[in-house]
């Protein structure tokens, strides 16, 4: 099929499900990269509190305040 051909599918609302490899699917700007942060105890102690009050990891939460934050 061709490119034209699928995005007019597309557009016109058909299932072109069958027509996509989900295996090879990536959404951009997902790739990660690791940082190093230090923090004073004071901070990792505080933030390990708000993580056990909302039921997530330390990591979840950093990840979730600084994208709020850029966002």
Same mark, same amino acid.
């Given at each position: 099929? $061709? ?20 295996? $090879?699917?990536? &959404? !951009?700007?997902?790739? @990660? $990269? ?5 923090? !004073? ?5 505080? @933030? ?20 709020? &934050?850029?966002?």
């Amino acid at each position: 099929m $061709k490119t034209s051909d699928f995005d007019r599918n597309f557009d016109e609302g058909a299932d072109i499900a069958e027509q996509v490899d989900w295996s $090879k699917a990536r &959404r !951009p700007n997902e790739e @990660l $990269k690791r940082v190093n942060v230090d923090f !004073p105890i004071w901070v990792v102690e505080g @933030l390990d509190r708000q993580a056990r009050r909302l039921g997530v990891t330390r990591q979840a939460l950093i990840k979730l305040w600084i994208a709020e &934050r850029l966002g």
